[in-house]
């Protein structure tokens, strides 16, 4: 005998409290991995596009639409939150990070030239899993132009140091040893973390979790910064940002175009900012947006004056180093599953073209950058052995 509608829709709610959300259900990973493949397949589009003359704003509009067409075509039965898991940025030299000019104002009008270091962000979701990543690369760059001094210190330390990390992000090993390793790393190349940056725990429509790494914090900052412990099934989100210089930052004169809802509830007073809201909320959820996706820019200005104010929305503003140096950031996506650490997003980087003078001598970090990041179990039977190797190096790529 059936029972009545009250008692299904009853028992569907319960069904959906009790949802595994965790990379522990294979339907989440698969839809980390979807997205990661999307991720992975712009980020090498807008690298490739980065060439002397190339418009940064055409770069970042054309990033984000690559990323919507991208998860247009996947689970297209039902209805699911898919789409830009962050915002296309393209920051050049001393800027840091969440460089994405509209048209109509001077950033709008920049360009790329050749020797320039860019660090190209971006980042796709899919049911409110997200996948990001960032590389750096310099303009103009090639085996017979190769990136030498500043630039090359700084690449090979953020290079290295993110390496390192992802051999270090393994369940029931702590947060602190990243830090301090990162610090080791960029201090042989001559170089710093970018001071107080975070990389955080993701879950379901959260890519700020409340586990987090932190790079080169200040005393007070060690003192409060929470330890934790990783743990299997757990996603992260890795920034590694490093600078030629002292690692400061300040906040640029751009005006900032990238934005959050975040979980604060507050009772909004002017039309504008509830209706901005209501857009935001439909829209995007809880993941970064960029101004030029909402339908009138000026409107969402104002509107989001009162939604920053009382933190309903967060803004990342666009963050320098000091004039003359260079940062080079590597942010991937990381999946602990039992096998080990499965990074899920690409950092491309052409170790030929760089050439520092400098070198890592700790035997410590030496050692650990020696390692697998996943060892290959052994197999018993040769295909399957070569089979299995050949996937875990797709997913490594």
Known sequence: MSKPAADKKKLTVAAQETEDITIANSNVLTKYQVAADITNRVIAQVVAACVDGASILELCVNGDKAIEEGTKTVYTKGKLSKGVGFPTCISVNNVICHFSPLAGEPEGAQTLKNGDMVKVELGAQIDGYGAIAATTVVVGASKENP????????????????????????????????????????????????????????????????????????????????????????????????????????????RTTIYKKTSTNYSLKMQTSRVVLSDITKK???????????????????????????????????????????????????????????RITNSPIDLEIIQSEKKIEDEEILKLLATEVRPAKKKANKNKKAATAGEEEKNEA
């Open 147 to 254: 990136i030498k001094g500043k630039q090359a210190d700084v690449l090979m330390a953020a290079h290295h140091a993110a390496e390192a990390a992802i051999r270090l992000i393994r369940p029931t090993l702590a947060n602190s040893p990243v830090t301090d390793h990162v610090q080791r790393i960029a201090t042989a190349y001559g170089c710093k973390p970018v001071e107080g940056m975070l990389s955080y725990q993701q879950e379901k429509n959260v890519i700020d979790g409340k586990k987090q790494i932190i790079l080169n914090p200040t005393e007070g900052q060690r003192q409060d910064f929470e330890k934790c412990t990783f743990a299997e099934n757990e996603v992260y989100c890795v920034d590694i940002i490093i600078s030629s210089g002292e690692g400061k930052t300040k906040s640029s004169s751009t």
């Open 284 to 342: 995007f959820g809880q993941f970064p947006f960029n101004l030029r996706q909402l339908e009138d820019e000026r409107k969402a200005r104002m509107g989001l004056l009162e939604c920053t104010k009382h933190n309903v929305v967060a803004n990342y503003d666009v963050m320098e180093e000091k004039e003359g140096e260079f940062v080079a950031q590597f942010l991937f996506t990381v999946c602990l599953i039992p096998s080990g650490p499965l």
